[in-house]
C-alpha cells in the first residue's frame, strides 16, 4: 500500500493531500471530554479532468476528507496535521479572505440532500448564480446564460424557464441536477460531490448520474466522489480509495478496486448482498392479508393507494417496492391503523383487523411491530439499550425486575450484541448496533409480522449486510413474517420470498420472486430491475443507451 501511494504522489496535481490529520473532541455521558481521531495519515492526488472515488462506512472519514479540500471542519473538527495543496498552495494556510474566496469558485460543494440545501424562499436562479457574481466569476446576464446551458446540459425540462422555480416546485432529482448546476456554473476546478444520489430512487439515480458524468466530461472539472455504493462509484470514477477507520485501505483504477481487489475489505465491499436466500414458497393461511384497499390523505379526492391486495405469509418475507410517492410507506401506515382506508378491510392472524389505531385490541399492537429507517429518531435518547428493549416486555407481559433482565440479556444475544451493551445509551452506539437494538425491540413483543420501512436504505453495504442476515436468522428461528419496504432492488433479491411493485398507488405485478423477476416484464418493472447499479464498468452507459433505445431515441 505504501509503495502504491508513494507512485501515485509523483507529478502535478490540481488537488493534493499530504498526511492529513483531523482530529474531534467528544463528550461522551459520564465522561471526561477527550479527543479522537477522524482522519488518521491520508494522502491522495487528482488531476485535472480525473474523478476520485472515496469509499468506505460511516465513520470512514470520507466527507471530512472531502470538506478538508474546502479547508473546512464541519460540527467541530480540526485539521491537525498535513497538508491540502490546491493549485499550487497549501489552502490551510490561506487567511480567512482567501478561504472565501475559494469556496464556490475555485472548489464548490454538492450535497446529499439538495432539498436541505436550498432557502426555500428564492427562486432557483437566484441560488443557482449566487456565487458565480458574488466571486465576480461572470456578470449576472452571463452566469444566468452559463445556468440555462448547464440546466439543459443536465437535461432539467424547460431550461429556459426553471429557475424561476422555487425550490418546493420540483422533484427531488431534478433539485440534485439543479445544485450540480450550481456547484459547475463558476467554472471551478474541483467539485465535491457528497453522496448526491444516496436519497433518490434507483429510477431517478440513473438519469442524475448519467448528468454528473457527462457534465463533468464536457467541462472538464475534476472531481471527489464519496459514496458507500461502490456499483455507482465505479460508474464515474478513474480511480477509486477505500477507506475505514479514518486510514487508506486500498486505492487503485477503478477497474483493479471491482474486479480484482486486494485487500478484504474491499473484496467485503465487492462481494456485499451476495447473499443466499432460497425462496420459500407460500403455505398454509396468510399470517396477513390485505383486501382491496383504497386510502388517500386528509379525506382528499386522490387515492394513495388504489385497490391495493397482497398476502403475507407465517416465516416469509414480502417486499414492497417502488420508487417515491409509489404508496409503499403508506400501505404501512395503512396497515397500522395510522391512515383509515377509504374501501377494503385488512386480515391479521385470521381476524379482521380495525382499521382505526385507538381501536385496536393490546394483542393488535402486540402483534404487529414495525422496525424505521432511522434507528436514531426510533429511540429515546435518554434510555439505556436496557430500558429500550425492556418496555414491550413491561406493557405486553407485565415483566419487572430479574424476569425482564434476563429477557432483555437473551434479546441482545439473540441479535449478537451482549449484555455488554445493556447500560449503554444510543449515542454510544453504531448505526448498525442502533438498528439491531430496534430489531431486539421488536422481538420482544413475540410479533407475528414485522414491518421494516427501508431499515438498512441509511446503513454501509456491509452493515447492512449483517442486518439483513440476522433478519433472515431470526426468521428462520422465530417464524415471524417481515412486510419489508424498500427501493433496494438488491437488497429484495438477497431476502424476498414474494414481491409486490408498487407504482402510482397500484400493485403493478405481484408474485413470488422468482415469478416477478422473471421476464417477461411491465414496463415500469423493467425500468426498475434496470435502473439497479452493477459492479461492472460500462454499466451506466449501457444503461441509459438501452433507455434511449426504448424510446426510439438517439
Not at 430512487?201 to 442524475?208: K, L, M, Y
Request: glycine letters at 8%; proline letters at 4%; hydrophobic letters at 40%.
Amino acid at each position: 500500500m505504501a509503495e502504491a501511494l508513494k507512485h501515485k504522489t509523483h507529478g502535478d496535481a490540481l488537488l493534493e493531500i499530504r498526511d492529513l490529520k483531523i482530529e474531534a473532541t467528544v463528550y461522551p455521558p459520564d465522561e471526561d471530554p477527550h479527543d479522537i481521531t477522524i482522519v488518521d495519515g491520508i494522502s491522495l492526488k487528482l488531476e485535472k479532468g480525473k474523478v476520485l472515488g472515496l469509499i468506505g462506512e460511516s465513520g470512514a472519514g470520507k466527507s471530512t476528507i472531502g470538506l478538508s479540500a474546502m479547508a473546512y471542519g464541519r460540527g467541530g473538527v480540526r485539521i491537525t496535521g498535513g497538508e491540502v495543496i490546491l493549485n499550487g498552495r497549501d489552502i490551510m494556510k490561506e487567511k480567512t479572505r482567501g478561504v472565501r474566496h475559494l469556496r464556490g469558485a475555485e472548489v464548490c460543494y454538492v450535497a446529499q440532500s439538495a432539498a436541505a440545501a436550498f432557502n426555500p424562499a428564492h427562486k432557483l436562479m437566484d441560488q443557482v448564480v449566487e456565487a458565480t457574481v458574488e466571486h465576480g466569476r461572470a456578470s449576472r446576464k452571463e452566469a444566468e446564460k452559463r445556468a440555462v446551458a448547464l440546466f439543459r446540459k443536465l437535461s432539467l425540462p424547460e431550461p429556459e424557464r426553471i429557475g424561476n422555480r422555487y425550490p418546493h416546485q420540483v422533484s427531488g432529482g431534478q433539485l440534485q441536477r439543479v445544485m450540480t448546476a450550481m456547484a459547475l456554473c463558476s467554472e471551478p476546478d474541483l467539485i465535491v460531490f457528497d453522496e448526491p444520489t444516496t436519497a433518490l430512487d434507483v429510477t431517478t439515480q440513473i438519469d442524475v448520474l448519467a448528468a454528473i458524468k457527462e457534465a463533468i466530461r464536457d467541462t472538464g472539472v475534476a472531481a471527489l466522489y464519496i459514496t458507500h455504493d461502490l456499483a455507482v462509484v465505479a460508474q464515474v470514477s478513474d480511480e477509486i480509495m477505500v477507506l475505514r477507520h479514518g486510514k487508506t485501505v486500498e486505492w487503485a483504477e477503478t477497474r483493479q478496486i471491482i474486479e480484482a481487489p486486494k485487500e478484504d475489505y474491499t473484496k467485503a465491499l465487492v462481494a456485499a448482498h451476495a447473499i443466499d436466500h432460497e425462496e420459500q414458497k407460500p403455505a398454509g393461511s396468510p399470517a396477513l392479508s390485505v383486501k382491496n384497499i383504497t386510502a388517500a390523505y386528509g379525506g382528499g379526492k386522490i387515492d394513495v393507494l388504489k385497490d391495493v391486495s397482497v398476502d403475507i405469509f407465517p416465516g416469509q418475507t414480502l417486499a414492497v417496492v417502488g420508487e417515491s410517492g409509489s404508496g409503499k410507506s403508506t400501505l404501512a401506515r395503512v396497515i397500522t391503523g395510522l391512515l383509515t382506508p377509504r374501501e377494503g378491510e385488512i386480515e391479521f392472524a385470521g381476524r379482521t383487523l380495525s382499521p382505526k389505531l385507538a381501536q385496536r385490541t393490546r394483542d393488535d399492537l402486540r402483534e404487529l411491530q414495525m422496525i424505521y429507517q432511522m434507528a436514531d429518531t426510533a429511540m429515546n435518547p435518554r434510555q439505556t439499550v436496557a430500558t429500550i428493549i425492556g418496555r414491550p416486555l413491561e406493557f405486553y407481559f407485565n415483566m419487572r425486575g430479574k424476569e425482564r433482565d434476563r429477557r432483555v440479556a437473551e434479546l441482545l444475544d439473540k441479535i449478537e450484541m451482549g449484555t455488554g451493551y445493556a447500560d449503554r445509551y444510543p449515542a454510544e452506539l453504531s448505526g448498525g448496533q442502533k438498528q439491531r437494538v430496534c430489531i431486539a425491540r421488536a422481538l420482544a413483543a413475540k410479533p407475528t409480522l414485522i414491518i421494516c420501512d427501508e431499515v438498512t436504505s441509511a446503513l454501509d453495504p456491509l452493515v447492512a449486510n449483517e442486518i439483513l442476515k440476522l433478519l433472515l436468522e431470526l426468521q428462520r428461528e422465530e417464524q415471524v413474517a417481515y412486510l419489508f419496504i424498500t427501493h433496494d432492488l438488491a437488497t429484495v433479491k438477497a431476502i424476498a420470498d414474494s414481491i409486490a411493485v408498487m407504482y402510482q398507488g397500484k400493485v403493478v405485478r405481484y408474485g413470488t420472486k422468482s415469478e416477478v423477476l422473471k421476464p417477461p416484464f411491465d414496463d415500469y418493472t423493467d425500468l426498475l430491475l434496470s435502473s439497479v447499479p452493477e459492479m461492472q464498468l460500462g454499466w451506466l452507459e449501457n444503461a441509459i443507451a438501452g433507455r434511449r433505445m426504448e424510446s426510439g431515441g438517439n
